[in-house]
């Protein structure tokens, strides 16, 4: 999987605050990511992320059917 600073992740299982929307910001054998909603942050093993992910959408998402060419 590749994952980058700043994608947003949207998991498996919701935060006790109802939001299942994170952003990565931090990378390496564990990832950081913090809570959308309420700015939390937690820390999971890469395998552990991986397996929680349901969609990962990249920071720089190009937007569709515009070119800018």
Do not use: T, Y
């Not at 994952?3 to 990378?27: F, S, T």
């Not at 959308?36 to 937690?42: D, F, P, S, T």
Request: hydrophobic share 35%; charged share 35%.
């Amino acid at each position: 999987m590749d994952i980058n600073l700043g994608d947003v992740a949207r998991l498996r299982k919701k935060h006790p605050c109802g939001n299942d929307e994170w952003r990565v910001v931090g990378l390496g054998v564990d990832i950081r990511i913090q809570c959308l909603k309420c700015q939390r942050h937690v820390l999971l093993e890469r395998s552990l992320f991986e397996r929680r992910v349901r969609v990962l959408v990249p920071e720089n998402k190009p937007k569709s059917g515009v070119n800018d060419d």
